[in-house]
T-cell receptor
Framework: QKEVEQNSGPLSVPEGAIASLNCTYS??????FFWYRQYSGKSPELIMS????GDKEDGRFTAQLNKASQYVSLLIRDSQPSDSATYLC????????????FGTGTRLKVLA | EPEVTQTPSHQVTQMGQEVILRCVPI?????FYWYRQILGQKVEFLVS????????KSEIFDDQFSVERPDGSNFTLKIRSTKLEDSAMYFC????????????FGPGTRLTVL
């Protein structure tokens, strides 16, 4: 059974701090990794995708991938109260499948 | 910016009734998906659809469920004989053929089965 694991939180950080969100996955052959943000009652909204080992930066967001450790993380710099949401890690397992497997999400609370 | 749309936003039905959830994927996308999210739980894959046929389905997607692309724009999920446990948010997603395999999600339909 392919799994994606996230700490459900809540993760509380003060405004302006760096929030660090982590995700592990079980399928070693996974190739594509995604971070989505989900506000309560809303649909997942894509933040970033990452496919290669290392860091990928987009504005205040940095995704980090370590395939050897089967680990993906998302850093949010200069956290804002509007960043308060649930962050979903999604993994597309080994090629040949079309689906994403989602983690349960980490709830982030940015305190003003 | 193109986006996936879904109707209705909220559907209330009686147990045992049939419902059809509708989605309009992004126009140049060729892969379509349905996911569901029971309140407080993770987003779960139901089915993927490409070239007018199901390409993959989960164990959740049993004979109670069916999908269809009745015309060039709509993509539907039919749930026959709804059960209380079908109450959930249902998300449609789409992605383009080739290029990054990023899926874009619609706003969802909240299905409430009474």
């Amino acid at each position: 059974q392919k799994e994606v694991e996230q700490n459900s939180g809540p993760l509380s950080v003060p405004e302006g701090a760096i929030a660090s969100l982590n995700c592990t996955y079980s399928d070693r052959g996974s190739q594509s990794f995604f971070w989505y943000r989900q506000y309560s009652g809303k649909s997942p909204e894509l933040i970033m995708s990452i496919y290669s080992n290392g860091d990928k930066e987009d504005g205040r967001f940095t995704a980090q991938l370590n395939k050897a450790s089967q680990y993906v993380s998302l850093l949010i710099r200069d956290s804002q109260p509007s960043d308060s949401a649930t962050y979903l890690c999604a993994v597309k397992p080994t090629s040949g499948t079309y689906k994403y497997i989602f983690g349960t999400g980490t709830r982030l609370k940015v305190l003003a | 910016e193109p986006e996936v749309t879904q109707t209705p936003s909220h559907q209330v039905t009686q147990m045992g009734q049939e419902v059809i959830l509708r989605c309009v994927p992004i126009s140049n996308h060729l892969y379509f998906y349905w996911y569901r999210q029971i309140l407080g739980q993770k987003v779960e894959f139901l089915v993927s659809f490409y070239n007018n046929e199901i390409s993959e389905k989960s164990e959740i997607f049993d004979d109670q469920f069916s999908v269809e692309r009745p015309d060039g724009s709509n993509f539907t999920l039919k749930i026959r004989s709804t059960k209380l446990e079908d109450s959930a948010m249902y998300f449609c997603a789409s992605r383009e053929r080739g290029g990054p395999d990023t899926q874009y999600f619609g706003p969802g339909t909240r299905l409430t089965v009474l």
